[in-house]
């Protein structure tokens, strides 16, 4: 039932968004040059490594699609950058990732092998599932580039305060999804990103 969730709300959310997913990446385009999608290697289900796509918000820079961590700093946010993340609309290019079986609509979010090696034992649970383009973490956490900006230092911030309360809601998740909570943490998203 996950699976039929995600590949019928995927495709209905392609099909019905499709004009306005290729406008956005024409104004990624046209502001800031190609490439118009952020790619970058995440860790997926079983440890495994897939590319992770969005919508790219930030000028190009070397290292990024390897993981490097510039959390907190909105020095390289482009304008359109800027609206894509309060909407949260840069995530969209992972519909793709969900139809090619790299993620679910709903489950832990994917993170770079940096932070997965930090907490080897804890993911270990997580990387259980599929990871996911929204899940209870990715509400709690809806203002992190905030909380992040805030930081004297926002690497360490990230790493011993915002990873673990994250890896909390994650093996919560997993320990008690289900179909009609999937379906819940899809509402409360777009409640979530509607009153942003």
């Known amino acids: 039932m996950k699976r039929v969730l995600d590949i019928v709300g995927t495709l209905t959310g392609v099909v019905l968004l499709s004009p306005l997913l290729a406008a956005v990446g024409l104004a990624v385009v046209l502001e800031s040059g190609l490439p118009g999608l952020?790619?970058?290697r995440r860790m997926g289900r079983g440890g495994s490594e897939f590319t992770l796509y969005k919508f790219r918000t930030m000028t190009v820079q070397c290292g990024t699609e390897q993981g490097s961590f510039d959390a907190g700093s909105s020095a390289r946010v482009t304008r359109v950058g800027k609206l894509l993340r309060k909407t949260k609309f840069d995530e969209f290019p992972q519909l793709w990732n969900v139809l090619a079986g790299d993620m679910s609509l709903v489950g832990p979010r994917p993170e770079v092998r940096k932070w997965v090696e930090a907490y080897p034992h804890r993911w270990a649970q997580?990387?259980?599932?599929?990871?996911?383009i929204t899940d209870p973490a990715s509400i709690e956490f809806r203002n992190e580039e905030e909380l992040l900006a805030a930081a004297p230092n926002p690497e360490s911030y990230y790493r011993n305060v915002i990873l673990p309360r994250k890896l909390d809601l994650y093996e919560r998740y997993v320990e008690t999804r289900s179909f009609w909570g999937d379906v819940g943490i899809l509402l409360k998203t777009v409640w979530a990103v509607a009153g942003r």
């Open 38 to 40: 952020f790619r970058q």
């Open 126 to 132: 997580v990387l259980s599932v599929r990871p996911g």
